[in-house]
């Protein structure tokens, strides 16, 4: 399954929404989750089961979709939020396909 | 908590061997199956390794295998990954993660990542 992310890069005005979209080149069902990455650091789970956040993740990001098409949104951008995003399916059990990210910016 | 914790890494010349550690604490080890995933720098994350909770079954990223083997001491609660005949392109964080729970559920537990430089 290749999983395709875009825009490769978004540039975001802190207070700003951002919308991330992924897309899976066969169904992954819900089985579909979002990393943040910052540089130095192991990917942070953001979201799980393609909408549900992981433990302690702040409600301004959410997930949506189902099948092949995803979304992450992040409400207003606080300046902690600018990283690289991943969205990773592993409905294809126990293959994990990962996108190829989207870096979020400060404009 | 949850912690992974991975070890072994360092710089090995082409063509040499290194095996990496993931100790793992916090978690029922012996119930889950494991992964490894690696990131080259600069680059995105890409997969390379399964095992089974109780070793039965492994895979591998076509770009790993016959040279790479996953195993696991469930008795020492450490997952292992033996790298032989390696290359400039295997130069990578590699990191140590926890399989979901079932086809819906994934806890996100990842450990901090060991850095494997293969150069002469």
């Known amino acids: 399954i290749v999983m395709t992310q875009s825009p490769a890069t978004l540039s975001v005005s802190p207070g700003e929404r951002a919308t991330l979209s992924c897309r899976a080149s066969?169904?992954?069902?819900?089985?579909l989750a979002w990393y943040q990455q910052k540089p130095g650091q192991a990917p942070r789970l953001l979201i799980y089961?393609?909408?549900t956040r992981a433990t302690n993740i702040p409600a301004r990001f959410s997930g949506s979709g189902s099948g092949t098409e995803f979304t992450l949104t992040i409400s207003s951008l606080q300046s902690e939020d600018f990283a690289v995003y991943y969205c990773?399916?592993?409905?294809?059990?126990?293959?994990?396909?990962f996108g190829q990210g989207t870096k979020v910016e400060i404009k | 908590q949850v912690q992974l914790v991975e070890s072994g890494g360092g710089v090995v010349q082409p063509g040499g061997s290194l095996r990496l550690s993931c100790a793992v604490s916090?978690?029922?080890?012996?119930?889950?199956?494991l992964h490894w995933v690696r990131q080259a720098p600069g680059k995105g994350l890409e997969w390379v390794s399964f095992?089974?909770?109780?070793?039965?079954?492994?895979y591998y990223a076509d770009s790993v295998k016959g040279r790479f083997t996953i195993s696991r001491d469930n008795s020492k609660n450490t997952l292992y990954l033996q790298m032989n005949s390696l290359r400039a392109e295997d130069t990578a964080v590699y990191y140590c993660?926890?399989?979901?729970?079932?086809?819906?559920?994934?806890?996100?537990?990842w450990g901090q990542g060991t850095l494997v430089t293969v150069s002469s």
């Open positions: 993660a926890q399989d979901r729970d079932n086809p819906t559920v994934l806890r996100g537990n």
């Open positions: 916090g978690f029922t080890f012996s119930t889950y199956g």
């Open positions: 095992i089974r909770f109780d070793g039965s079954n492994k």
């Open positions: 066969q169904t992954v069902s819900s089985g």
């Open positions: 089961g393609a909408s």
């Open positions: 990773q399916q592993y409905n294809d059990w126990p293959l994990w396909t």
